[in-house]
């Protein structure tokens, strides 16, 4: 029963809702970084190379061999750097898309926590511990005046 109940404190918590949303935006973060590789930034590539398909690009360790009647008898043995290139090229892809978008997360976090910009709206809470930051400031001030005074 205690399963039960630990799960039903995890879901209600939101962390559940936290991580199908993430994964749904993965999910979807993947397949536009898919389209932008292979339908935007390989045809530039391949034709720069003059057609080079990467995907295409293997080291043959062993031809295939076929009998007098076509058929294959050994597969060939190939190693396919080419779609390792590719791999590759989506994973650096993906990490500077990903670097770009937390520090404009990153930048727009702090222009809201700044209380004296004026042009981003201040969360309320940060605002009154702002405010809160400032009174205790007044205080202690305040204080060390009356203790010099005596």
Do not use: H
Request: net charge negative.
């Amino acid at each position: 029963m205690g399963l039960l109940k630990e799960f039903k404190e995890f879901a209600v918590k939101g962390n559940m809702m936290d991580m199908a949303i993430g994964i749904i935006i993965g999910a979807s973060f993947n397949k536009v970084i898919d389209v932008l590789v292979k339908k935007v930034l390989i045809p530039p590539l391949s034709l720069l190379s003059d057609g080079l398909s990467f995907q295409d690009k293997k080291l043959i360790l062993r031809e295939a061999a076929t009998d007098s009647a076509g058929t294959v008898t050994t597969s060939e043995v190939a190693i396919a750097y080419g779609a390792l290139l590719e791999v590759f090229l989506d994973f650096l892809i993906i990490a500077f898309t990903v670097f770009v978008v937390v520090k404009f997360m990153n930048r727009l976090r702090s222009k809201a926590q700044d209380t004296k910009d004026e042009t981003v709206v201040t969360p309320k809470d940060i605002e009154l511990l702002s405010r809160l930051n400032e009174l205790m400031e007044e205080q202690n001030a305040l204080l060390k005046e009356g203790v010099n005074e005596n």
